[in-house]
Nanobody
Framework: QVQLVESGGGLVQAGGSLRLSCAAS????????MGWFRQAPEKEREFVAAIRRSGTDTYYADSAKGRFTISRDNAKNTMYLQMNSLKPEDTAIYYCAADSGLRMRLTPNDYDYWGRGTQVTVSS
């Protein structure tokens, strides 16, 4: 079992930046591929980014490429999402998730553990 808690969300103007954190407890986060997802009102939860256990390999949704950076610090049992050049369409609840599988996957159902989310609101 692993417990995940997101933080760092908030209200920011378009073009601004936020850094989300995901703190894990229970089992060490290095046992898992980690991912960020988001869900806007009345929309499906969607993949944002994922990172391998070692942190050497990452994958991004097209909407995040060039603007977001996923990283992890296994010694601190924490994952991050640096979000730059934010747009109003990035407004959503952002969730971190842990996957015990062997390959980076993009579907929410593939992930085993979830945090409760942190709200990100980008004003125009």
């Amino acid at each position: 079992q692993v417990q995940l808690v997101e933080s760092g969300g908030g209200l920011v103007q378009a073009g601004g930046s936020l850094r989300l954190s995901c703190a894990a407890s229970g089992r060490t986060v290095s046992n898992y591929i980690m991912g960020w997802f988001r869900q806007a009102p009345e929309k499906e939860r969607e993949f944002v980014a994922a990172i391998r256990r070692s942190g050497t390999d990452t994958y991004y949704a097209d909407s995040a490429k060039g603007r977001f950076t996923i990283s992890r610090d296994n010694a601190k049992n924490t994952m991050y999402l640096q979000m730059n050049s934010l747009k109003p369409e990035d407004t959503a609840i952002y969730y971190c998730a842990a996957d015990s599988g062997l390959r980076m996957r993009l579907t929410p159902n593939d992930y085993d553990y979830w945090g409760r989310g942190t709200q990100v609101t980008v004003s125009s």
